[in-house]
């Protein structure tokens, strides 16, 4: 089975503070996702990569970046975290660039903003 | 991106049958139907997905209507751990992978 693995569970940082969230993934698969999940809101794409160096943004990427250095690695980056990015944030990874490829999360990080 | 409309909720017995549905009238002719289910305080989780013929797997069965405007999941024997949310969703072509999950169906399982 597909594993993706988000380094945290839950995390508590405090405004301003430069936040990383880190999500590997361990079957070779070329695409990676982030996106935060807020009630009423259901799940809404931040960014994904489709190969390693290789990003597009989501729906709402103001107010955070990403980085994949390792195919099997993609982390999310808060430059400078704000209260209104508090939320679950989910990684997904994909084998390929197709409609057949279905998609694989990890179980989320929890991130608070105080 | 094409939308799906799903109940909001939905209710079952123990080891019965539960047939979710979701409709998606304004569906491509390449578009996959796809459903996930999210359990309480974890990811989704990949279920089933299918093009036009249902599908079978481990986990459930996709029918999906002969004008594809319409799809059920079949969860063949209900249990317990099947409680979670349901969200079917639709993946089209190019470069369109700006998902959207709709709140999706909440189903709860008597025992």
């Given at each position: ?15 301003g ?38 990003k ?37 990874s ?21 | ?11 079952s ?61 079949i ?25 959207t ?11």
């Open positions: 089975d597909v594993k993706v693995t988000q380094s945290s569970r839950y995390l508590v940082k405090r405004t503070e430069k936040v990383f969230l880190e999500c590997v993934q361990d079957m070779d698969h070329e695409n990676m996702f982030w996106y935060r999940q807020d009630p009423g809101l259901g799940l809404r794409l931040i960014y994904f990569s489709y190969d390693v160096k290789m597009e943004k989501g729906d709402i990427p103001e107010g955070y970046s990403v980085s994949r250095e390792k195919k099997e690695r993609f982390s999310l980056i808060l430059e400078s975290a704000s209260t209104n990015q508090t939320s679950m944030y989910l990684c997904a994909s084998f390929s660039w197709g409609r057949d490829s279905p998609l694989h999360f990890g179980n989320g990080t929890r991130l608070t903003v105080t | 991106d094409a939308k799906t409309t799903q109940p909001n909720s939905m209710e017995n123990e080891e019965e049958p539960v047939h979710l549905p979701c409709n998606h009238s304004t569906i491509s002719g390449t578009d996959y139907i796809h459903w996930y289910r999210q359990l309480p305080s974890q990811g989704p989780e990949y279920v089933i997905h299918g093009l036009t013929s249902n599908v079978n797997n481990r986990m459930a069965s996709l029918a999906i209507a002969e004008d594809r405007k319409s799809s059920t999941l969860l063949h024997r209900a249990t317990l751990r099947d409680a979670a949310v349901y969200y079917c969703i639709l993946i089209g072509g190019g470069s369109n992978y700006k998902l999950f709709g709140k999706g169906t909440l189903l709860t399982v008597n025992p």
